[in-house]
């Protein structure tokens, strides 16, 4: 376990209207992520949304996902994690390693990390799904010293977006 | 890296201001912004800035404003002007007038990886003095190609790798992607290049023809054969020989072929003595030559003699920011073919070429460029000069079911540049078919597509 806290599933949270940009639709993810730690139970030391549309922020044509640097959100699409969207067959596998690898990637935000330069860690940036799939699912030895430095005894919870 | 990379940001749109920041403090970038031009030349003097993305369109000093004062101050300041894509014109100005760069807004996130990573590799050479900004600026360019994609750029690099070589390239890609200028610039840039690059279109000849076209023929070889003719491989010699449209030959002759290549060496029709190859081979083809081989209409062994080196050129709809670029170098070189002074195009007319899908790809471009600049009445080519097929993006409400089969036949017709038979396959009907609709639509070829 690249991450050891207590997890706990909330219940779903509704997909703020104004986060969707009818122009390109998709949704605005840094809205979302606003609206997700507006609603997060007190207690909570980070929440991680996970939500189904494809998600975008003003300057960038997509994200996989978003988080608070050194803040308690993070949110992380489906979307783009799908072979589907790549018109390749469904595979329950893969888009569970792709979720597993991008949910941390956000997560380790929030605790403060930033991009590592070592393609096989998870903390590198993913541009394409190809570099989602070339990386490995934990973190490499200097963005886990870091990590480990941050994390205190607490709860993540873990919401799902509609 | 020794040091933090500093980038300024300054845009008048708060939003977009966060979100680019907060990226690229993620990517771990010293980052500040500014909202607009008099507050960041307040800022601007606390540090050396390694990059200035500026938007293009704000209010008071505009960017190309801003970027000259930077540029007053630190001569070698590097500036990307971010453009949305109305504006794109005025951005290829800003690039004659000393940006680095220009982006259109939003960003693909993988363009704007590369792009910082480029600039940081830049600036590291420029610190090392070993990099002029010419250079640099001429890197964007292969003979008669043109392009800031990164894609395309990689294969600029790759071309000028291997054109020492004698390997045979396999070039991929749309009708209208510019395989036969990329096999040219091989040529050029090869130690060739002094000797003939000889090209064929393998489509446009029956078996036969081909077959006495490649290699030629010997006096008195078949009824008609009344002189000796030299094929084109024995033209190329010392040369290269570009043959294009590779998918489209025959199984017989792609027997033949394969075996001159692996002989290197090759008879004239109807004679007997060995003619030993000398000629670089490249070749080129529209089709998906896996699938051909799928279906066994293609040789397995003869694509990897062929595919030794493998080009892949992306289509323009994948590479839009080069739809700028493209029309500058098109205009440029009309006004010297046609003895015009188009200066630009409107902000109109560009906005209706970034929209276009392409599916003729450079080369449709360059035809509906070439046609505006006839009827231009303005030394701007306007929104009315541009005449554009129905595009895809236009989406198919209210449409009716004929008016959608016509566009798509069209469409067909220009991705196969009007070959009847191919054309006829790609859409699932015959050939009499094909015609007949062509007649109810009334649907006509360019001229010089
Ligand atoms: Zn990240
Ligand atoms: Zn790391």
Redesign the pocket.
Known sequence: MALEVTVKTAGDVPIPDHSFEAERNQYHSTKILKELVRGAPPDSLKVLGVIEKDLCIPILTFVYGE?QLNGIGALVSLARLRQEFYGAQPDDDIFRERLHKEAL??LG?TFGLI?CSLVECL?Y?SNTILDVDRKGRAFCRHCQRALNSKIEPGRVSKWTGR | MDRKVNILVVDDEEIVRDSLSSWLI?DGYEVAAAENGTKALEIFPSREWDLCLVDLKMPGIDGIQLMEEFKRQVPDQLVIIMTAFATVDTAVKAMKEGAYDYMVKPFNPEDLSITIRKIIEHQKLVRENIFLRKELKKQYRLHDMISKNHKILEIFDLVRTVAKSNSTVLIQGESGTGKELLARAIHEESLRREAPFISVSCASLTETLLESELFGYEKGAFTGADSLKRGKLELAQDGTLFLDEIGDISLKLQMDLLRVLEQKEFRRVGGSGLITITSRILAATNRDLKKAIEEGKFRNDLFYRLNVISIHLPPLRERKEDVPLLVEHFIDRFNIEMDKKVEGVSDGAMRVLMEHDWPGNARELRNVIERAMVVAKDTRISEADISLPASRKEGTNGKSLGDIEKDHILRILVENRWNIIRSAQVLGIDRVTLYNKIKKYELKKEVGA
């Open positions: 988080a990637h956000e935000h991009h903390m940036l | 993620d």
